[in-house]
């Protein structure tokens, strides 16, 4: 659901790193900055800085937990039963 106004601060990082891989155009629009994409890049440059991260591009908010959670290629290792712990 996007937002019904423009994101700033970590709410923005988190809202344009959750949708990244979409694209700029769909996550400035879930980010509450429609299509105004020079202001939303603007604004999470500046949000960015404020948690000192260096960010130059969108993509760059896209880590490799992301990129192995969307692959699918983590084994999960559990107990068979909760006895088992």
């Given amino acids: 659901m996007a937002s019904p106004k423009p994101l ?3 709410e923005l990082v988190d ?5 990244a891989k979409q694209g700029i155009e769909t ?3 879930q980010c509450g ?3 105004d994409l020079n202001k939303f890049a603007q604004e ?3 949000a960015c800085e404020e948690m000192n991260l260096q ?3 969108l993509s760059e ?3 490799e937990q992301d990129l ?3 692959l699918g290629t983590g084994e999960i290792i559990a107990p068979d039963t909760p006895s088992e712990l």
């Fill in 8 to 10: 700033h601060g970590t």
């Fill in 15 to 19: 809202c344009a790193r959750a949708n």
């Fill in 27 to 29: 996550a400035a629009y």
């Fill in 33 to 35: 900055y429609g299509e």
């Fill in 44 to 46: 999470l440059r500046q």
């Fill in 55 to 57: 960010v130059k591009e």
């Fill in 61 to 63: 908010l896209i880590t």
């Fill in 68 to 70: 192995i959670l969307q």
